[in-house]
């Protein structure tokens, strides 16, 4: 079973990643790829620096410094070295570990402070965390998360971002330098509202559950690549938010019910009341569960008898 929710890298990713590589014509700017070495074993980072050259620690000096060898690293990028590329993508397939940058530089290193900017997050009630956009699980959700001022913020120094998608197909996004870009209010961390930091909360969902199920109950797990699976994953707890189902442990239940029975154990008319609870807030949904009667219970086994019977017939 897959550790991740990612799908093993398209084929043809180090040609696409060599051709975006070769659209720069910035002599003030130098490619990097950036490597979440927390997914990574615990020799990766000798293996990658004697293969692809030296590294850069991203955090050090911060506030997260002691993450240490587990922490992001930046590794230069030759546009002639094709092998080290390759080395760099074999070794993160499947993984959502791997992204390349176009890093602002000065005399020849690259300019960290975006970076760790946005690395060190701090929510409105003052909460500070570690921003792991180097999880590509995570990147794309929080580039599309930052207003207009933390987004020209960041393009003072990045100037294309390329990241390996759940399919396994190349994403990319270009930023647009504005001279007159005024600084957030807080140029050493990146502040989030509630609805920036609820946003990327709610991104997180799936990964955290597909986590609990893959160590509790790998068996109720359908069969799929990893890409459809959190396709159905996040489709079910968008699903369950309808319902005023939002806490991990009651989306958890939702979850083990339509996987282990049927996606569309929710649509049964004789659970009308149940949701009409939880909706309003009167009745947690594993409160309700503990209520429901044989004649719901057997109604959830005839569909689940109905699902795997079509199932069957799908894929004899």
């Not at 995570?138 to 998360?145: C, E, F």
């Not at 009308?272 to 947690?284: D, E, P, V």
Request: net charge negative; glycine share 4%.
């Amino acid at each position: 079973m897959a550790r991740f929710l990612q799908n093993t890298f398209n084929g043809n990713l180090a040609s696409e990643l060599t051709h975006w590589l070769a659209q720069s014509a910035n002599n003030t700017s130098a490619p990097y790829a950036l490597l979440d070495m927390s997914m990574l074993n615990a020799t990766a980072h000798h293996r990658f620096e004697r293969a692809v050259g030296p590294s850069i620690e991203l955090l050090a000096g911060t506030a997260y410094a002691a993450y240490g060898e587990l922490g992001p690293r930046l590794f230069a990028l030759s546009l002639a070295d094709m092998a080290a590329l390759e080395r760099l993508i074999s070794a993160t397939d499947a993984r959502p570990a791997l992204s390349v940058l176009e890093i602002a530089t000065h005399a020849g290193a690259p300019d960290l402070r975006a970076l760790q900017w946005l690395a060190d997050a701090q929510s409105a009630d003052g909460t500070r965390l570690f921003c792991r956009y180097a999880d590509t699980r995570i990147l794309p959700n929080a580039l599309k998360t930052l207003d207009p001022t933390q987004n020209a913020w960041l393009a003072r120094t990045i100037r294309r971002w390329a990241w390996v998608d759940r399919d396994g197909s190349l994403q990319s996004i270009n930023f647009t330098p504005v001279d007159s870009t005024a600084p957030p209010h807080d140029e050493t961390r990146i502040h989030f509202d509630d609805a920036q930091f609820g946003t990327l909360m709610q991104a997180a969902e799936a990964d955290t559950l597909f986590d609990i199920l893959r160590d509790q109950s790998p068996e109720i797990i359908p069969t799929a690549d990893p890409a459809t699976l959190w396709h159905r994953l996040d489709a079910l707890l968008g699903i369950a938010r309808t319902y005023g189902i939002d806490d991990a442990p009651d989306q958890l239940q939702f979850i083990t019910l339509a996987w282990s029975a049927s996606e569309r154990f929710h649509t049964l008319p004789a659970l009308a009341a149940t949701f009409n609870a939880t909706r309003s807030g009167s009745k947690r949904f594993a409160d309700a569960v503990t209520g429901w009667n044989d004649d719901i219970w057997n109604q959830i086994e005839a569909l689940a008898e109905h699902s795997a019977k079509a199932s069957a017939s799908e894929h004899p």
